[in-house]
Nanobody, 119 residues
Framework: QVQLVESGGGLVQAGGSLRVSCAAS???????MGWFRQAPGNERELVAV???????NYADSVKGRFTISRDNANKTVNLQMTNLRPEDTAVYYC??????????????WGEGTLVTVSS
């Protein structure tokens, strides 16, 4: 089992910066960790993910503004957000892909942290 606990959301003005963090409590190997977000009325969407090897993937809308980082030893993942826009307002969910063995994986989610960007 994997428990993901987010921290760092809040209110920021447009153009500002914010950092959200997530800590995983588990003995399981985590192939990937990352962040998704969901704005009111919208589906949950990928923001950024990072593999255990450090490969990253970003949504086009955040490239050049957001940076994801990961500490494998401590099983934490951070998302540094800069030049925030009102359209970045959403609940941000921590994500982890755990390896169950024999080629099987499972997805885990945090409860979410609200990021609000005012114009």
């Amino acid at each position: 089992q994997v428990q993901l606990v987010e921290s760092g959301g809040g209110l920021v003005q447009a153009g500002g910066s914010l950092r959200v963090s997530c800590a995983a409590s588990t003995s399981m190997f985590l192939n990937a960790m990352g962040w998704f977000r969901q704005a009111p009325g919208n589906e949950r969407e990928l923001v950024a993910v990072i593999t255990s090897g450090g490969n990253t993937n970003y949504a086009d809308s955040v490239k050049g503004r957001f940076t994801i980082s990961r500490d494998n030893a401590n099983k934490t993942v951070n998302l540094q957000m800069t030049n925030l826009r009102p359209e970045d307002t959403a609940v941000y969910y921590c994500y982890a892909r755990g390896y169950l063995g024999l080629g099987v994986g499972a997805d885990y989610w945090g409860e979410g942290t609200l990021v609000t960007v005012s114009s």
